[in-house]
Nanobody, 129 residues
């Protein structure tokens, strides 16, 4: 059974930084796609960033240059470093993983419709102006 436990998040003023963590336990596999999603109030969930088991990353246009997705394989932990935060970054952020036969993530624009099977509990990020 796979568990994804998130930490981090909180409230910050515009221009500030936060780091989210997502630690995976239970079943593991050498090939996977991991992703961060967010859902703003009144909006649909969107993919923010993805990373494959071989380290390829992808970002939504809205966060490019500000957010960095990374992973520590020794700790089975996924990170999202968020800098230069804006009020429009406010939302619930969730991590997710899918184990695959080869390291691959769908295009970021398609991630919201991709049925990833394992999810973190979600964490609130609030950016005030």
């Amino acid at each position: 059974q796979v568990q994804m436990v998130q930490s981090g998040g909180g409230s910050v003023q515009s221009g500030g930084s936060l780091r989210l963590s997502c630690t995976r336990s239970g079943y593991s596999h050498h090939s996977y796609c991991m992703a961060w999603f967010r859902q703003a109030p009144g909006k649909e969930r969107e993919g923010v960033a993805t990373i494959t088991s071989d380290g390829r990353t992808s970002y939504a246009d809205s966060v490019k240059g500000r957010f960095t997705i990374s992973q520590d394989n020794a700790k089975n932990t996924l990170y999202l470093q968020m800098n230069s935060l804006k009020p429009e970054d406010t939302g619930i952020y969730s991590c997710a993983v899918d184990f695959l036969s080869a390291p691959f993530c769908p295009p970021i624009a398609q991630m919201a419709e991709t049925p990833l099977p394992y999810w973190g509990q979600g964490t609130q990020v609030t950016v005030s102006s």
